[in-house]
């Protein structure tokens, strides 16, 4: 392995940077990355060690656990839960927060994370990932509901793995995003893919399609006009992609841009959306916005929502800049309209 950076020299170099930087976040990351690793090997492995297939539980989501929903999530809680860094956990698999067991020192950072995206495609062999996201947090309390729901705009780091063809870590700490590929001869993330950023402008959408009927007249708006082609208003042909993982869909639009939307829709009025905020949308919508590009629900932006609840859902609309804020802009005319036909008939 010549003059690669590995994960671990970037992190301290990085630190180095920073003045008043302890090195007890480089020490967390370093835990997160261990237990990547451990995710990344039973993910490999397969039915070899049977832990495809679903579990017969349902999280608090209401979604029915795949065995390896609940195989990571006691893999990231056990890799991070002695380590003195952090002072609470939330998790996807979990309905309440996570606290630290008494005898282990308490730390400054509160750990969020999503330990098995894109389950559903665990069993047909696609990719899926870890997301995760750290905030700080008061010092000597026990961390209540209240330090856990802050607004993604004030995360000190955000990441994500995705375990594909190659298992690759990203990673922002609010100077840009950066990329590593783990190499599996010798176990070490290497930087392959510095400073990445999202073109402005794309011809590729992401959104499943099936859910068409139940979208907004916005989101309709702006598909049609993608569908319509170099025939319609757009002028082009777009190409369209849904892998159902959100941390295959994010992570191509990191390298080539293209905007991804999971819109409200009105298939469950009690549930309008499906990503979660504190866990799935605030962390990569960090990402994306570090590396150039924007995040919305439509309406707002997710990194200013002050978050309701640990598993709060939000529409996400993310990508290359210019593409959302048509999106966003469609939005802001249907809803205008709307007041004024609501005006109308007042
Ligand atoms: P998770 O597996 O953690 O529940 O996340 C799945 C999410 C996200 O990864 C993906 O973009 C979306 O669900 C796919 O939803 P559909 O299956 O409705 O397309
Ligand atoms: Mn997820
Ligand atoms: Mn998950």
Redesign the pocket.
Known sequence: MNNKVTLTQFLIEQQRGLPDASGTFTLLLNNIVTACKQISHKVNRGNLIGVLGSAGTENV?G?VQ?KL?IITNDIMINALNWTGHLAGMAS?EDDDLITIPAQYPRGKYLALF????????IDINLA??T?FSILRCREGVEPDIEDFLRKGAEQVCAGFVIYGPSTMMVLTTGHGVNAFTLDQDVGEFILTHPDMRIPEETSEF?I?M??QRFWEPPVQRYIDECLQGVQGVREKDFNMR????????VYRILTRGGV?L?PCDLRDPERPA???IMY?ANPMAFIVEQAGGLCSTGREAILDIKPTGVHQRVP?ILGSKKEVERIIRYHQEADAKGTETAKGMG
């Open positions: 989501q979604e795949k929903d996807e999503d330990p098995l995206d894109g389950s559903s495609n899926v990932g997301i992401a499943n099936s859910n849904w892998v159902a993982s959100f941390v295959a869909d991804f999971y499906k990503l979660r799935e996400v």
